[in-house]
């Protein structure tokens, strides 16, 4: 983390956490030197690699491997940060690196939706659902800032974070964006941002994310719009292939459904 914590040591829940923000700052250029340290060893790794023709005669290290699309700029990488000072600090990392990078959680990204649009930083947007984090924010700071962004010019996402829960609410993601909807956004972004978007930031726009030749048909029937909380997913396919739909919860629902009446 990139933010400083200026919580008094009386009012913190466990005060042996306490730090004081002299120390919070050398830990946190600590922990950047480490990561540039790691980067710059990636890409000494790299240049080694392409000097030996590959691989051979080098030891591979996987961590440094996977860097390697990275800093190629094949595909970006992702900064989670959600203060305002975190997202300056990961853009600005990233952009003194030149290296691609998406912006995921981006609680307070709409404040600072010129830097992101100027260095063409996209947002994995976590926090439309989120309460307001100040006690100045309006209500709606968080249903807005999608459209925010999106008139900045700053392409919008939707996730349900890496936390633990994050999996088992993926499901929400529409919601999200129909929210988004309801406070400003274009329904067609909104719909960008549940499939072409997330496609193209995770370098598989080739075979996912819209329905053209030569991609792999994936796609959902719905009997109404995608984003009314109403409508259901009546047919699915995958890679061009149709998977049922049903499932126990629909046997259940037709089962109860024609059960006698009384």
């Known amino acids: 983390s990139f933010t400083l914590d200026t919580t008094p040591k009386e009012r913190m829940g466990n005060p042996e956490d306490w730090k004081s923000p002299e120390d919070q700052d050398r830990e946190r ?3 950047l030197r480490e990561l540039d340290d790691f980067f710059d060893s990636a890409a000494a790794y790299g240049k080694a690699r392409s000097a030996a023709g590959g691989s051979n005669g080098l030891q591979t290290v996987p961590a ?3 860097t390697l699309p990275v800093l190629r700029g094949e595909v970006p990488v992702f900064l989670h940060a959600n203060e305002y000072r975190q997202i300056r600090s990961a853009v ?3 952009a003194r690196r030149k290296l ?3 912006l995921a959680g981006g609680r307070d990204a709409a404040r600072l939706a010129d830097l992101l649009a100027t260095h063409r930083v996209a947002v994995a947007y976590e926090h439309v659902f989120t309460l307001p984090p100040r006690e100045v924010d309006p209500y709606d700071v968080q249903f807005t800032t999608p459209a925010a962004l999106h008139r900045a010019g700053v392409k919008v996402t939707f996730s349900e974070g890496t936390e633990r829960f994050g999996a088992s609410t993926v499901r929400n993601i529409p919601y999200a ?3 988004a909807v309801a406070f400003g956004l274009p329904p067609a972004e909104a719909l960008r941002g549940l499939t072409l978007y997330p496609a193209q930031l995770l370098g598989v726009a080739d075979r996912l994310g ?3 030749p030569g991609k792999d048909a994936t796609f959902v029937v719905a009997n109404g719009d995608l984003l009314d909380l109403r409508t259901q997913v009546v047919r699915l396919w995958i ?3 149709e998977v049922p739909v049903e499932s126990r919860h629909t046997r259940l629902y037709e089962r109860y459904r024609a059960r006698p009446k009384p």
């Open 64 to 66: 440094w491997e996977a």
């Open 177 to 179: 964006a129909a929210q």
């Open 210 to 212: 819209s329905l053209e």
């Open 92 to 94: 600005e990392w990233a």
């Open 239 to 241: 890679a061009g292939v």
């Open 29 to 31: 250029s600590r922990k």
């Open 100 to 102: 691609r990078c998406v």
